[in-house]
């Protein structure tokens, strides 16, 4: 990789160390949050007992950790992340739940440190928009999964359906001047456009991925509550209210606060989301 892209990967892991507090404080509600995008990968790996499965950027864990509760009796998942503090939680919590087959490794996607054709399958629920180089990141995964072995990942799908995120940026942008995202960073809505997964492996010679969407809310009590994961967990509201005058920062949670309260809005309120499930197989040899 190029010092751009060494950059970018490093300005990744130092980010996600410094959430890995908020995700650790907002576990639970995080968790229920994206409960249903990992239950939708792992019904698509179609996983036997005795598989052999890399998590990649699993962070706090999921789904590898549900994984390895599914496939305890013979089968392992081996964690990886960017982030050594994300993965110090997993830790925690597979040791919570009795697992002794769930192992964590620091791993940048670009760069995975196993052999070719080791897993069954490969998991990877909202990592591949943060990869320095996502190409790379999709070359790697296909080198180290055995022929016939799937991988399964979800990304955001489209702003327009992605309320959970774009009631406060949209306050946000109303009193901010913030950059465009640029495509060749990472960001939210990196893959969101229809098909982008599937011409970027296409391009490297894997055909016959499928993409679905799926649906469903993140459920808030509040606008507080809302507010407050927000700026705890959610790196890119941090960054943009980083150098806000409190002032400014009170009028933007005041205009997400009237987002709640407005009952004509209720349906955004409840923060929808969308993503895109994408499911790539590697031919058998
Ligand atoms: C939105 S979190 C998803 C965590 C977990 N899979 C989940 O769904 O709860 C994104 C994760 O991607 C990781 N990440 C970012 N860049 C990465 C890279 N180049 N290689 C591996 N992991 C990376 C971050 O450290 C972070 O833990």
Redesign the pocket.
């Known amino acids: 990789m190029n010092t751009e892209l060494i950059q970018i990967?490093d300005n990744?892991?130092n980010s996600?160390n410094s959430f890995s507090g908020g995700w650790n404080k907002w576990d639970d509600f995080?968790m229920r949050f994206?409960k249903e995008q990992?239950q939708c990968i792992i019904d698509e790996l179609s996983l036997k007992p005795t598989d052999k499965v890399l998590d990649?950027?699993?962070?706090?864990g999921?789904?590898g950790l549900t994984i390895a509760a599914t496939i305890r009796n013979g089968g392992s998942v081996i964690a990886?992340?960017?982030?050594e503090q994300?993965l110090e939680i997993a830790e925690v919590k597979a040791s919570a739940m009795a697992l002794d087959n769930f192992s964590v490794e620091v791993?940048?996607?670009?760069e995975l440190p196993f052999e070719d054709n080791t897993f069954d399958a490969i998991s990877?629920?909202?990592?591949f928009m943060?990869?320095?180089d996502m190409q790379l990141?999709a070359r790697e995964m296909m080198r180290v999964l055995k022929p016939g072995g799937v991988l399964v990942t979800t990304v955001w799908a489209e702003p327009e359906k992605n309320a959970w995120i774009t009631t406060i940026m949209g306050a946000l942008k109303k009193h901010l001047d913030l950059p465009a995202p640029e495509p060749q960073k990472?960001g939210l809505f990196r893959c969101a456009a229809g098909g982008f997964l599937t011409s970027l492996f296409s391009e490297l010679g894997f055909s016959g991925a499928t993409e679905k969407t799926i649906a469903g809310i993140m459920n808030c009590d509040s606008a507080d509550e809302y507010w407050n994961f927000m700026n705890d967990v959610v790196p890119p509201v941090v960054s943009a209210l980083k150098n806000t005058s409190q002032q400014i920062q009170n009028q933007i949670k005041q205009d997400v606060i009237n987002v709640f309260e407005d009952k004509a809005a209720k349906a955004m309120a409840q923060t929808p989301y969308a993503a895109r499930l994408f499911t790539v197989r590697k031919p058998n040899q």
């Open positions: 990967r990744q892991r996600w995080t994206l990992g990649i950027a699993s962070g706090t999921e789904p990886t992340d960017l982030s994300m791993a940048d996607a670009c990877c629920r909202l990592g943060f990869f320095p990141a990472p």
